[in-house]
């Protein structure tokens, strides 16, 4: 039994942890920024492949107390890193932490390395090459206050990058952030769905793909497969299996729950490039549209929008001017509406005049935003 350490967007661990229940994680304990959990190798391998919310799968190695680079060192040159990736690898040191009280990180990676190629010429008369930007292996080194965790990275890129992507436009959403918003808005397939600012496409993306129940991570390779350890049928078992639930995407083109609109023309055609690359073309219906415009062209669902945040003084003033506009757009066009709204600028609720039923905090990288829900009811949100 191994034991792993799933990392997300702070906001998403409880997802996140049903996700990895779902996929037979074991001993699921939740903190900030992460989930660990136990399982055998399949359990490793389903993460990977079928987690939309998750970062990356981290494979736990060992943990140990201390109190200088000395005591990490010798924690990390104890391990027997030739027993889990070949001496021809190329290797990465990854150092995170909270309240360490050491002075300096990039001298802790620098002695973790150290470490792990001493083992390995101790062992093999050799030591693996570093590559700090596209290595086989990632070794992460994770330390609080008093201990040190020592980790081997099973995801490689970041599990939000699915392969599907190819074309974006200025500050894209992170995959597995859409993912979580379309799970907290309680979106299913089937249901109408619509972006009406939708960008290069993401939560157009990650909906058409859990309509289809395509596994997020079917289109990519992994660490894993790179490792000593590596189960090349149990993998191969999973893919395939995975593969054949996958519905054809002629089963929903015949009528197209899923819908994006943009004013930018090349944002929309950043959307179709990434929808076509995906094999999702008829699957979601994408067309130039200003959300001031649009006119719901289906029944009542989910409207789902990340609007600009607005960093300079004349965007906020822009912000602040065209934030009243939209919410009497929503309150003439979008009765019977939910209306989903993921930004960092805490004004908008105040500036649409419309009052959120929910405020849900969640964070985009470093920075602290919200989901704000917003029910349109058929005439006025106000109470009399």
Request: aromatic content about 8%; hydrophobic content about 40%; charged content about 25%.
């Amino acid at each position: 039994m191994n034991h792993y350490f799933a990392t997300c967007p702070r906001g998403l661990e409880n997802l996140l942890l049903e996700e990895l229940r779902n996929v037979g994680g074991n001993d699921l304990r939740m903190t900030h920024g992460g989930v660990s959990f136990s399982g055998d190798w399949s359990v490793c391998y389903r993460a990977n492949l079928e987690s939309r919310l998750a970062t990356r799968i981290l494979w736990h190695i060992v943990k140990g107390p201390y109190a200088s680079e000395d005591d990490i060192y010798r924690l990390a040159v104890r391990q027997l890193w030739p027993n889990h990736f070949a001496v021809t690898r190329t290797l990465r040191v990854v150092t995170t932490a909270i309240k360490c009280p050491l002075k300096s990180l990039d001298f802790v990676t620098l002695r973790v390395k150290d470490a792990v190629c001493d083992r390995f010429r101790e062992d093999c008369g050799e030591r693996p090459n570093i590559d700090t930007r596209h290595p086989d292996v990632s070794i992460h080194v994770f330390l609080s206050e008093s201990e040190c965790t020592l980790y081997l990275d099973t995801s490689g890129p970041p599990l939000w990058q699915r392969g599907l992507r190819k074309a974006s436009v200025e500050a894209p959403l992170k995959e597995n952030i859409a993912a979580g918003i379309l799970q907290m808005t309680g979106w299913q397939p089937g249901q109408p769905l619509i972006d009406p600012m939708c960008g290069s496409g993401t939560f157009l993306l990650e909906a058409a793909q859990m309509a289809l129940d395509r596994a997020p991570g079917l289109e990519r390779g992994f660490a894993f497969e790179l490792l000593k350890k590596f189960e090349a049928k149990t993998w191969a078992d999973l893919r395939s299996a995975a593969f054949a639930r996958v519905k054809p995407a002629a089963a929903l083109a015949a009528a197209p729950a899923i819908r994006g609109y943009d004013i930018d023309e090349r944002a929309l055609r950043a959307t179709r490039r990434n929808l076509q690359e995906a094999g999702l073309d008829g699957v979601v219906t994408v067309e130039y549209g200003d959300l001031l415009e649009i006119q719901p062209p289906t029944e009542p669902g989910i409207l789902i929008a990340n609007p600009p945040y607005g960093e300079r003084l004349g965007e906020l003033d822009q912000l602040a001017a065209f934030y009243p506009r939209l919410g009497t757009s929503l309150k003439r066009h979008w009765p019977g509406w939910n209306c989903f709204f993921f930004t960092a600028d805490l004004r908008l609720p105040k500036l649409l005049g419309l009052k959120p039923s929910r405020k849900t905090p969640l964070f985009n990288g470093p920075l602290e935003c919200r989901l704000f829900e917003i029910r349109m009811v058929t005439g006025s949100n106000r109470r009399h």
